[in-house]
């Protein structure tokens, strides 16, 4: 049975940092991509955020460039998501995503106040 367990949201001032974790069972984890994506109040849909190969090659979109980094750790099944410099447009809750077989974790709620 996959499972995704987020961790690391919270409440951070403007200009702070978070680091958000994300803890993969029941899969082969060293041979799957994985994703963070996140989606905002009012959002219909999560737009994805960062991406990071099973070989651990990263990418994010331009919004994050700079600020967010991703990483994994496939040897205990972990893929983290450090953000910098956090901006209030950086609220949202963040999913950790298995890209396939696709499943999503339940979400992490990260607030950035002004």
């Known amino acids: 049975q996959v499972q995704l367990v987020e961790s690391g949201g919270g409440l951070v001032q403007e200009g702070g940092s978070l680091r958000l974790s994300c803890s993969a069972s029941?899969?082969?984890?060293?041979?799957?991509?994985m994703a963070w994506y996140r989606q905002t109040t009012g959002q219909q849909r999560r737009g994805m955020v960062a991406?990071?190969?099973?070989?651990?090659?990263?990418s994010g979109i331009d919004a994050v460039k700079g600020r967010f980094t991703i990483s994994r750790d496939n040897a205990k099944n972990m893929v983290y998501l450090q953000m910098n410099d956090l901006k209030p447009e950086d609220t949202a809750v963040y999913y950790c995503?298995?890209?396939?077989?696709?499943?999503w974790g339940q979400g992490t709620q990260v607030t950035v106040s002004s």
């Open positions: 995503k298995l890209i396939a077989p696709e499943h």
């Open positions: 029941g899969i082969a984890f060293s041979n799957i991509d």
């Open positions: 991406w990071i190969s099973k070989g651990g090659s990263p």
